[in-house]
């Protein structure tokens, strides 16, 4: 549900636009997709990547490691497209977060995350299972 073909993701507007619909109820977990790949600003090589992705049968968080490692893509081109989208969500949260307490919400709301992401540290690139970083382990937790 909120699914966006052309963005290849479930955008934070969508998110807000169906708990509206489906209203807030206690212990209601609401989970923003972003910061997390693929990002909407970069959507064309999203796309691009995930066309080589399912021609070679390959991630496209592998592909994306490769592109760096020779030097097609950097760093600072991964956390443009991180950092647009880190920057994108806090206004449809505060938007979210003032309409349920518009409507009588005075419950606890807690902002948090599911994890880190990594950018070269250590010769990686984004999360991957037994990966135990602290950049990857370490996340907010915001109690509003």
């Not at 209601?28 to 999203?46: A, D, G, V």
């Not at 399912?54 to 097609?72: A, F, N, Q, S």
């Not at 991964?78 to 919400?105: A, D, M, T």
């Not at 994890?115 to 135990?132: D, N, Q, R, T, V």
Request: hydrophobic share 40%; charged share 25%.
């Amino acid at each position: 549900m909120g699914w966006d073909a052309k963005l290849q993701t479930v955008p934070p507007w969508k998110v807000n636009e169906i708990v509206k619909k489906r209203g807030i109820h206690k212990r209601t977990i609401i989970w923003y997709l972003q910061p997390h790949y693929p990002w909407i600003n970069y959507n064309s090589l999203f796309n691009t990547l995930t066309e080589i992705s399912r021609r070679r049968k390959v991630k496209v968080e592998t592909i994306l490691t490769k592109l760096c490692e020779k030097g097609i893509l950097n760093r600072k081109d991964i956390l443009r497209g991180y950092i647009f989208n880190l920057h994108l969500v806090p206004k449809y949260v505060e938007e979210l977060i003032n309409y349920v307490r518009e409507r009588g919400f005075s419950g606890k709301i807690v902002v948090t995350s599911d994890h880190g992401e990594i950018f070269g540290e250590y010769g990686y690139y984004w999360h991957f299972s037994g990966a135990y970083f602290p950049e990857l382990i370490t996340v907010p937790w915001l109690e509003v």
